[in-house]
């Protein structure tokens, strides 16, 4: 099993920045993919940003120059970085963790992001 555990939510104005990290444990099969995904009341979740083992970076056109995804293999963390934020970015953020080797797929409890003046 692996959990993962996220922090770095909270209020923050428009045009401010927030850093989101998401730490793993358990049983984490590599290579593997981290990622982040939002989820607003009555919408389906959608993707924002994933990183895989080696780096490679994929964002949701939305968030692309503002939001800035990267891990720390040693720590096992993956990091969201915010900039720029906007009202429209106000959601439920998840934190994923994905293998090859591994047919099961986790989930954080998410973390609230709120953008509002």
């Known amino acids: 099993q692996v959990q993962l555990v996220e922090s770095g939510g909270g209020l923050v104005q428009p045009g401010g920045s927030l850093r989101l990290s998401c730490a793993a444990s358990?049983?984490?099969?590599?290579?593997?993919?981290k990622g982040w995904y939002r989820q607003v009341l009555g919408k389906q979740r959608e993707l924002v940003a994933v990183?895989?083992?080696?780096?490679?970076?994929n964002y949701a056109d939305s968030v692309k120059g503002r939001f800035t995804i990267s891990r720390d293999n040693a720590k096992n963390t993956v990091y969201l970085q915010m900039n720029s934020l906007k009202p429209e970015d106000t959601a439920v953020y998840y934190c994923?963790?994905?293998?090859?080797?591994?047919?099961?797929?986790?989930w954080g409890q998410g973390t609230q992001v709120t953008v509002s003046s």
């Open positions: 358990g049983s984490i099969f590599s290579p593997n993919a």
């Open positions: 994923n963790l994905n293998s090859p080797l591994d047919r099961n797929e986790y």
């Open positions: 990183i895989t083992s080696l780096g490679r970076t």
